[in-house]
């Protein structure tokens, strides 16, 4: 793989990974309401996430989403009720929230949502299998090529969501409590928003 390829797929990567969508909604309102703990404990659960999606992507669960309408209705209507789910629950909570107060925090159950989110969808199984070969040579092994692009994506991933992080924990503490709530219901709107776009997709 050529350092220019390289470039333009982290470039690529990074546009992506910045633009809101509901991995990055969750993240953010978790920040804000909850804690730099609580949004750390998500971290995991999105590497892992992309990190399967990818795998599948390229061990042909992608073809086999494209190919059949059963598989793809499965994936497209469980990742569209998860996110729904967290969506309403999300909004419910925002009107329990007080001022940020340091709280017990559930890493399994943060990392479990986190992970669900990303691999229920089947927009990043598709988006995997479209995109990366794109950034993939024909004429040379495939395996180091998915390596290195594989690497590149989760690296920059984890960077991003630690900038996420960083930024809706340090500003949330001078928000005030109507204000988080607001943001949260946001956040949950964004979440409900992605679910119904979900199911409304069709079979490439």
Not at 64 to 85: D, H, Q, R, T, V
Not at 122 to 134: G, V, Y
Not at 151 to 169: A, E, I, K, M
Request: aromatic share 10%; net charge positive.
């Amino acid at each position: 793989m050529s350092l220019e390829i390289w470039i333009s797929f982290a470039l690529a990567s990074v546009l992506i990974l910045v633009s809101p969508g509901p991995a990055v909604a969750l993240l953010i309102a978790t920040g804000i309401n909850r804690g730099r703990k609580a949004a750390l404990a998500l971290l995991p659960g999105f590497f892992l996430g992309d990190l399967v999606a990818m795998t599948l992507s390229f061990a042909g669960v992608g073809a086999l989403l494209m190919a059949s309408a059963e598989w793809f209705s499965i994936f497209k209507w469980l990742g569209a009720a998860y996110l729904i789910y967290l969506g309403v629950k999300m909004w419910r909570e925002a009107g329990q929230l007080g001022d940020l107060k340091p709280a017990g925090v559930n890493i399994r159950l943060g990392t479990a949502k986190a992970f669900l989110i990303t691999v229920l969808n089947p927009k990043s199984i598709l988006f995997f299998m479209a995109f990366m070969p794109q950034f993939v040579a024909a004429d040379q092994p495939l395996f180091p090529q998915l390596a290195i692009l594989f690497s590149t994506f989760l690296v920059l991933g984890v960077l991003t969501d630690l900038s996420y992080t960083l930024l809706s924990t340090s500003g949330g503490r001078f928000l005030t409590a109507r204000l988080r709530r607001v943001l949260h219901r946001s956040g949950a709107g964004c979440l409900i928003g992605a679910g119904a776009l979900v199911a409304a997709m069709r079979r490439p």
